[in-house]
Nanobody
Framework: VQLQASGGGLVQAGGSLRLSCAAS????????MDWYRQAPGKQRELVAT?????TTNYATTGRFTISRDNAKNTVYLQMNGVKPEDTARYYC???????????????WGQGTQVTVSS
């Protein structure tokens, strides 16, 4: 099972980015899909969570929107009005039930770098 994140890059303050993270491999179900971020010298922190029912939870308010396409096993993070303090490596995280397994296991993607210039 792999989580492949993409969409990061260099953006000016006030701009927008859309991150994507797709799950691939042999699995039967994907549960919660989350976005985390880690800035240099700081701990990794939760940005947003989305369960497969559509319920969302945000650790940051207002500027980010999480969504998912269950048919594509993909989670998105729309980032609007970005600020320099949003600069971080953004990681996706998902609970996945692999083929032949009874329970969900937690998986991390490799991350995608977002850099916001002032």
């Amino acid at each position: 099972v792999q989580l492949q994140a993409s969409g990061g890059g260099l953006v000016q303050a006030g701009g927008s980015l859309r991150l994507s993270c797709a799950a691939s491999g042999s699995f039967s179900s994907v549960g919660n899909m989350d976005w985390y971020r880690q800035a240099p010298g700081k701990q990794r922190e939760l940005v947003a969570t989305m369960v497969n029912s559509g319920t969302t939870n945000y650790a940051t308010t207002g500027r980010f929107t999480i969504s998912r396409d269950n048919a594509k096993n993909t989670v998105y993070l729309q980032m609007n009005g970005v600020k320099p303090e949003d600069t971080a490596r953004y990681y996706c995280n998902a609970d996945i039930k692999q083929i032949g397994h009874l329970f969900y296991t937690n998986h991390w993607g490799q991350g995608t770098q977002v850099t916001v210039s002032s």
